[in-house]
Nanobody, 124 residues
């Protein structure tokens, strides 16, 4: 069983930054691509971006490019989401997930294990 635990969420003013972390329990962490999603109230879960097992390749939803950056530290079994220039519309619960479909998975169907999420609230 894989456990994913997100942290780092909170309240931030518009224009600010946050870095989210996702710690994984699995010893095979480096063998899997990872992704970040978000879900705002009343909306479907939305893909943010992903990172390959080795951390070399990253991919993002078009609307996230330029402000968000994903990285990972396999020695710490942790993946990160750096969010800059935050906007009120970025307010959502952010989830990390393990890809069951390799690299460049963009939909929830491509991920098999999920964390519980961490709330990010951006005030105007």
């Amino acid at each position: 069983q894989v456990q994913l635990v997100e942290s780092g969420g909170g309240l931030v003013q518009a224009g600010g930054s946050l870095r989210l972390s996702c710690a994984a329990s699995a010893r095979t962490f480096s063998g899997y691509a990872m992704g970040w999603f978000r879900q705002a109230p009343g909306k479907e879960r939305e893909f943010v971006g992903g990172v390959s097992g080795g951390g070399i390749a990253t991919w993002y939803a078009d609307s996230m490019k330029g402000r968000f950056a994903i990285s990972r530290d396999n020695a710490k079994n942790t993946v990160y989401l750096q969010m800059n220039s935050l906007k009120p519309e970025d307010t959502a619960v952010y989830y990390c997930a393990r890809s069951s479909s390799g690299n460049y998975a963009y939909t929830t169907e491509g991920y098999d294990y999920w964390g519980q999420g961490t709330q990010v609230t951006v005030s105007s």
